[in-house]
């Protein structure tokens, strides 16, 4: 069980925009910054959005992360089939002081 | 560029001690900015964070495996090292190694990942 919640799948069709959600608590998302890892199998898992909302040089702007309360979303635009990998979503948890991890979201491209 | 590559055996027998290098090239362990941390993801499941350590040797660990964890460093090889104790299948992950910037879930870069089986 993991202390921030995703939902296990989504799916879009190439250039549609998908959403995926992440749900934790005040001691967690409420009081610091969401980072969003993209996850393809066989590799190393690659930062996408820091700090809730920023993107790392070299993430395209398809990418967008955004944070409300205790929860937070990933937006991708435009979606294409390379798109396809894990999502997770990570912050640090004040109660735990240490870093957390969500469950992880399988995107597919339909 | 800073890169990371995780080293040890891919088997492991239950009871027994896992244990794990990384060694970080391309830049200095040695950073007053980072922390060096070990996360893991078992088969079909998510990322864990298993612990993180600092330069000086100040460590830090998840609540749920601390009892059985040990992060060490070496500033002198450009290494950090995970030791988990008495390892049952559960412990059967693909395990990472990675920069984290200071008091924050920012991983990067990360190492490819080593898989380690548990099993007689």
């Known amino acids: 069980q993991s202390v921030l919640t995703q939902p296990p799948s989504a799916s879009g069709t190439p250039g549609q925009r998908v959403t995926i959600s992440c749900s934790g608590s005040?001691?967690?998302?409420?009081?610091?910054?969401v980072y969003w890892y993209q996850h393809l199998p066989g590799t190393a898992p690659k930062l996408l959005i820091h700090?809730?909302?920023q993107r790392p040089s070299g993430v395209p702007d398809r990418f967008s992360g955004s944070k409300s309360g205790t929860s937070a979303s990933l937006a991708i635009s435009g979606l294409r089939s390379e798109d396809e990998a894990d999502y997770y979503c990570?912050?640090?948890?004040?109660?735990?002081?240490?870093?957390?991890f969500g469950g992880g979201t399988k995107l597919t491209v339909l | 560029q800073l890169q990371l590559q995780e080293s040890g055996p891919g088997l492991v027998k239950p009871s027994e001690t896992l244990s794990l290098t990384c060694t970080v090239s391309g830049g200095s362990i040695s950073s007053s900015s980072y922390y060096w941390g070990w996360i893991r993801q078992p088969p079909g499941k998510g990322l864990e964070w298993i612990g993180s350590i600092f330069y000086s040797g100040s460590a830090y660990y998840n609540p749920s495996l601390k009892s059985r964890v040990t992060i060490s460093v070496d500033t002198s090889k450009n290494q950090f090292s995970l030791k988990l104790s008495s390892v049952t299948a559960a412990d059967t992950a693909v395990y990472y190694c990675a920069r984290q910037v200071l008091g924050t879930a920012a991983f990067g870069p990360w190492g490819q990942g080593i898989l380690v089986t548990v099993s007689p």
């Open positions: 005040s001691s967690n998302i409420g009081s610091n910054y």
């Open positions: 700090r809730s909302n």
């Open positions: 990570a912050t640090w948890d004040d109660s735990l002081s240490g870093p957390v």
